[in-house]
């Protein structure tokens, strides 16, 4: 089990002078511009029945934005912000609630400070890579998911489920000496030891027309990417299941990593309003965008800490 050896970041070191500020009601669906946990410590206890989201990928790209997430200099420091940053959202989501949890792994860098062209998948190239974690080797599978679904556990979140998303389309990799990954992890956690899942909801076909079956781990979804977004875009249809079986018609459903706000979508279009958190500006705008065209009087505030 993950043990971090990194001493638990206070609010101040996180973000300096940063004071509780009074909790608004929440009334209807809203865009909130500002850190993640500057914002969720603004939101009223127990007020999100859901929450959908994917954070930065520890090491994977410099978004450029100050306060971001993803390039800390150690794991457990990255781990750490995120434990601590959902250790609110805990506080944020009801007593029955869920939260629904993707992040992707990575392999060592081997100590190299920038990740070369893929042939096959440019983007992937970056300038500055964090060293090799202690304990680990060159060319060594991190495990970040697991890493964190520990740590969370740790804190006290329930660990549930550790759902697996195939992707069909996946990205290839100019790799020749291991399997092309294909899957990351979607975990889904809970505040409680009894919590709202709708099992009937998320029922799926069984081949034999006419019948369904409670829903497996397992869940084939093809990657989409959305114009103009940041690299990693959640697919909606990944995210339609988690708020079918964890939400009602109604509820708040909350991303604290908004990015291009593809759960507001889904939740827009499943009858549930939405918080979405984000720290960049470009993101918050191309979001709007999106959501604007089914509610034209979105809400959208800036957070500042």
């Given amino acids: 089990m993950y043990k971090s050896t990194v001493p638990r970041p206070t609010v101040n070191e996180i973000i300096p002078s940063l004071g509780r500020r009074q909790q608004p009601g929440l009334t209807e669906s809203a865009v909130l511009e500002g850190n993640a946990l500057a914002v969720l410590q603004s939101l009223p206890s127990a007020s999100v029945q859901c929450a959908i989201t994917s954070p930065p990928y520890w090491g994977l790209r410099d978004y450029g934005i100050d306060g971001q997430i993803g390039l800390e200099p150690s794991l457990g420091q990255f781990l750490d912000q995120l434990t601590f940053v959902f250790s609110e959202l805990r506080r944020v989501l009801a007593d029955d609630g869920t939260l629904w949890l993707n992040i992707g792994d990575g392999y060592t860098s081997g100590n190299r400070g920038y990740r070369a062209t893929d042939r096959k998948n ?120 988690c708020v079918l079986a964890s939400s009602k018609p109604g509820d708040f459903v909350l991303d604290p990593f908004f990015g291009s706000g593809t759960v507001g979508l889904v939740s827009q279009e499943e009858g549930r309003r939405y918080l979405g958190i984000e720290l960049n500006p470009e993101y918050v705008r191309l979001a709007s965008e999106r959501l604007q065209a089914a509610q034209p009087n979105l809400t959208k505030l800036v957070v500042n800490g």
């Fill in 122 to 241: 440019p983007a992937r190239a970056m300038a500055t890579r964090p060293p090799t974690p202690d304990g680990l080797k060159p060319k060594d599978l991190i495990g970040v998911p697991w890493r964190l679904a520990f740590a969370l556990q740790e804190d006290g979140w329930y660990l549930r489920s550790d759902v697996v998303w195939n992707k069909p389309n996946a990205m290839p990799e100019s790799v020749k000496d291991r399997p092309v990954r294909s899957h990351e992890y979607l975990f889904m956690l809970t505040k409680s030891e009894h919590y709202f899942y709708d099992h009937e909801a998320v029922k799926e076909e069984t081949g034999d027309e006419g019948l369904r079956r409670s829903r497996r781990s397992v869940w084939s979804v093809n990657t989409k990417p959305f114009l103009g977004a940041h690299f990693a875009t959640f697919p909606a249809e990944l995210i339609r299941p």
